[in-house]
């Protein structure tokens, strides 16, 4: 395979047909660019859909990654190991107060799955409650969180039941919960659902009721986490959950997720209840160590609110006329337009900017945390090219 349109096809055709692929061959990064196999570059706002938090080949998880292949690099739970444990400290160290107990996994839709377990264990009730334009992922349990019926439908008749209603309303989420409600689970943003932030007192409000009525509230931080301006969405709401699931940007890429969750429901686990051979192995907990002292030595949490400013002022600033709406917190941020986003998004593309869609009307943008003042402004800037190039 020696030209672009060899990798393409091979890549494409041998694989089933489960994504919609750009003509895009990507080969390498260095920060928040990347570049193809021809040797153009492009600004990454998508950070591999959120995964890449300190962008690509940053240098300290790449050490990391190096030496602890050379030591050790799978090492199942049921032993303890220097680097997990290390891990497992720093990260309840950023958590909300009170998330004391880690289980880890692989993934974000693996960290929802032990958390719907756990909730059901400790509660002895199976009902869900969640939020139309909810994403939790597409494993059977977390599939039947998630709202989306186009996930949803294929594998109906064996998804357990659950209750949508509408994201940042306190009323219709009260009238949902009932004594059979184990798990209320929300996002503290909704990222494929549009990255639409709630009022400030939702969540709040949402742990009150769920509470109140004996369920869990479990939180899925698998796309805000280390994102928004602090450790952990919720954070800003000053809240701790029953339960908190995370991944993505964890580990800048190397593949981990992670569980929280209170000594309560720690309590009432037994052994076998749940698992994960690969889950918690040293290779991914020594990127996630390198990861978070990254974002703590090089200051990129407050970076990030200054950056993800500077991004919405100058997307609004564009005033165009085919923008309808400028959201989010933090790096992660939502531009909602009158048009469809799938000629945006060719046309970011064509002018070397990777974005992503969030439905059908709203671009996600997820850049790392160490994009520079340029790379922005130079996103602004193809944006409204973008759009006047639709006319």
């Given at each position: 395979?020696?030209?672009?349109?060899?990798?393409?096809?091979?890549?494409?055709?041998?694989?089933?047909?489960?994504?919609?692929?750009?003509?895009?061959?990507?080969?390498?990064?260095?920060?928040?660019?990347?570049?193809?196999?021809d040797?153009?570059?492009?600004?990454?706002?998508?950070?591999?859909?959120?995964?890449?938090?300190?962008?690509?080949?940053?240098?300290?998880?790449?050490?990391?990654?190096?030496?602890?292949?050379?030591?050790?690099?799978?090492?199942?739970?049921?032993?303890?190991?220097d680097?997990?444990?290390?891990?497992?400290?720093t990260?309840?160290?950023?958590?909300?107060?009170?998330?004391?107990?880690?289980?880890?996994?692989?993934?974000?839709?693996?960290?929802?799955?032990?958390?719907?377990?756990?909730?059901?264990?400790?509660?002895?009730?199976?009902?869900?409650?969640?939020?139309?334009?909810?994403?939790?992922?597409?494993?059977?349990?977390?599939?039947?969180?998630?709202?989306?019926?186009?996930?949803?439908?294929?594998?109906?008749?064996?998804?357990?039941?659950?209750?949508?209603v509408?994201?940042?309303?306190?009323?219709a989420?009260?009238?949902?919960?009932?004594?059979?409600?184990?798990?209320?689970?929300?996002?503290?943003?909704?990222?494929?659902?549009?990255?639409?932030?709630?009022?400030?007192?939702?969540?709040?409000?949402?742990?009150?009721?769920?509470?109140?009525?004996?369920?869990?509230?479990?939180?899925?931080?698998?796309?805000?986490?280390?994102?928004?301006?602090?450790?952990?969405?919720?954070?800003?709401?000053?809240?701790?959950?029953?339960?908190?699931?995370?991944?993505?940007?964890?580990?800048?890429?190397?593949?981990?997720?992670?569980?929280?969750?209170?000594?309560?429901?720690?309590?009432?686990?037994?052994?076998?209840?749940?698992?994960?051979?690969?889950?918690?192995?040293?290779?991914?907990?020594?990127?996630?160590?390198?990861?978070?002292?990254?974002?703590?030595?090089?200051?990129?949490?407050?970076?990030?609110?200054?950056?993800?400013?500077?991004?919405?002022?100058?997307?609004?600033?564009?005033?165009?006329?085919?923008?309808?709406?400028?959201?989010?917190?933090?790096?992660?941020?939502?531009?909602?337009?009158?048009?469809?986003v799938?000629?945006?998004?060719?046309?970011?593309?064509?002018?070397?900017?990777?974005?992503?869609?969030?439905?059908?009307?709203?671009?996600?943008?997820?850049?790392?945390?160490?994009?520079?003042e340029?790379?922005?402004?130079?996103?602004?800037?193809?944006?409204?090219?973008?759009?006047?190039?639709?006319?």
């Amino acid at each position: 395979m020696t030209t672009t349109a060899d990798i393409y096809a091979a890549d494409k055709t041998l694989q089933p047909p489960l994504y919609a692929k750009r003509e895009v061959v990507l080969a390498r990064g260095e920060g928040a660019t990347l570049w193809d196999v021809d040797g153009r570059s492009y600004v990454d706002m998508m950070s591999n859909y959120g995964v890449n938090i300190l962008g690509h080949a940053h240098p300290a998880v790449t050490e990391a990654i190096t030496q602890q292949a050379g030591a050790l690099i799978s090492c199942h739970q049921s032993f303890a190991n220097d680097v997990r444990a290390q891990f497992l400290e720093t990260l309840t160290g950023i958590a909300p107060e009170g998330l004391s107990r880690v289980f880890l996994s692989n993934s974000g839709t693996e960290a929802i799955e032990a958390a719907l377990k756990f909730a059901r264990v400790a509660t002895g009730r199976d009902g869900i409650v969640a939020a139309r334009g909810g994403y939790h992922g597409r494993t059977i349990g977390a599939l039947a969180a998630t709202a989306e019926k186009k996930y949803r439908e294929p594998f109906a008749s064996i998804l357990s039941a659950a209750t949508h209603v509408p994201f940042n309303d306190l009323d219709a989420l009260e009238a949902a919960i009932d004594s059979t409600t184990a798990i209320v689970i929300l996002e503290p943003i909704q990222g494929e659902g549009g990255i639409v932030v709630p009022d400030a007192d939702y969540l709040a409000g949402a742990q009150f009721l769920a509470r109140s009525a004996g369920a869990l509230l479990v939180l899925d931080e698998v796309q805000t986490a280390l994102r928004t301006g602090a450790f952990f969405a919720c954070q800003h709401s000053g809240i701790t959950p029953d339960l908190l699931a995370t991944a993505k940007g964890l580990a800048n890429g190397v593949p981990i997720g992670a569980t929280l969750m209170t000594e309560e429901i720690a309590a009432a686990l037994g052994g076998g209840v749940h698992g994960s051979t690969f889950g918690g192995n040293p290779l991914a907990c020594a990127a996630g160590l390198a990861t978070i002292e990254a974002i703590r030595t090089e200051g990129l949490l407050e970076r990030s609110v200054t950056l993800g400013d500077r991004l919405r002022d100058g997307i609004a600033a564009l005033n165009h006329p085919k923008i309808r709406a400028v959201r989010g917190q933090g790096l992660m941020s939502g531009v909602e337009f009158r048009v469809r986003v799938t000629p945006v998004l060719k046309g970011l593309q064509d002018r070397g900017v990777l974005a992503l869609p969030a439905g059908s009307l709203v671009i996600r943008l997820l850049p790392p945390l160490v994009i520079t003042e340029e790379q922005v402004d130079q996103t602004v800037a193809a944006i409204g090219e973008t759009l006047d190039a639709l006319g």
